[in-house]
C-alpha cells in the first residue's frame, strides 16, 4: 500500500519510512508527485497536520500520513511549538537548524527552568474527505543544555538532553532514536489505529 506523506523533509522521511515498515507501507514524498507544500495556519499540532494529510490525499487521490512536531518548552510558554523549524525567523533571522538553535539559547539566557519536550502529531486519512482521520500523539521529555552536543539528528535535537540517558538527542544512534522518541511513540499508537481501523498487517 503507498502512503504519501505529507512533508519534503527527508530526514523525517527516513525515519518515518523505518517506523511504518512493520506494515508493509511504502512511504512517498509529495515532492516527488509534485505536490506543493500545504499552508500550517494553526497553533496546534494536531490541526496543522490533519490539514496536511488531507492535502496530500486530495492532490495524489492517495491515503496520506502528515507529522506535525516541535519542540515545547515550558519556561517559554510552550513556545516555539508549531513555529519550531521557523522559529529563527520570528526574530528577524534566517531559517536553519543552527539559527533556530541559537536563538533557542538566546532567550534562555539565565533560565533556570530548562524543561522541555519534542511533541510528535501524526496523522493519516485514507482519503481527503475521510470522516475518521487516524490521530496519535507522542511526547519527549527532557531539558534544553547551555550548549549543543553531538553531531546526529536534525533540528534542536542537539540541545535536547534526555536525563534517563544522561544524552543529549543528537548523542543518539539511529536505532536508539527510532526506539524511544515523540515520534516513535506516535508512530507505535497510529500503526495500532492502522492495524484495527485499516485491518492492516
Known amino acids: 500500500m503507498k502512503l504519501v506523506l505529507a ?11 523505518a517506523l511504518f ?28 497536520a490533519l490539514t496536511k494529510a488531507r492535502h496530500a490525499a486530495r492532490e495524489s487521490g492517495l491515503p496520506a500520513l502528515a507529522d506535525d512536531s516541535g519542540l515545547a518548552v515550558e519556561a517559554l510558554g510552550g513556545a516555539p511549538g508549531v513555529l519550531s523549524a521557523r522559529y529563527a525567523t520570528l526574530f528577524g533571522f534566517e531559517k536553519s537548524d543552527a539559527e533556530n538553535n541559537r536563538v533557542l539559547l538566546d532567550k534562555l539566557t539565565g ?27 507522542g511526547r519527549w521529555n527532557g531539558e534544553i543544555l547551555q550548549s549543543a552536543r553531538g ?51
Request: hydrophobic residues 40%; charged residues 25%.
Open 111 to 137: 533560565q533556570a527552568d530548562r524543561r522541555a519536550r519534542f511533541v510528535c502529531a501524526l496523522v493519516a486519512v485514507r482519503s481527503a474527505t475521510d470522516p475518521e482521520p487516524l490521530i496519535a500523539m
Open 7 to 17: 512533508s519534503n523533509n527527508a530526514k523525517k522521511l527516513k525515519e518515518l519510512q
Open 151 to 201: 553531531e546526529a539528528g536534525f533540528g534542536y535535537d542537539p540541545l535536547m538532553f534526555i536525563p534517563s540517558l544522561g544524552q543529549s538527542v543528537a548523542e543518539l544512534s539511529a536505532e536508539q532514536k527510532n526506539r524511544l522518541s515523540h515520534r516513535a511513540l506516535a508512530s507505535e499508537d497510529l500503526l495500532r489505529q492502522m492495524r484495527e481501523a485499516w485491518h492492516l498487517g
Open 21 to 48: 515498515q512493520p506494515l508493509g507501507l511504502a512511504l512517498v514524498t509529495q515532492g516527488s508527485l509534485g505536490i506543493p507544500e500545504a499552508e500550517e495556519p494553526f497553533d496546534t499540532f494536531v490541526e496543522n
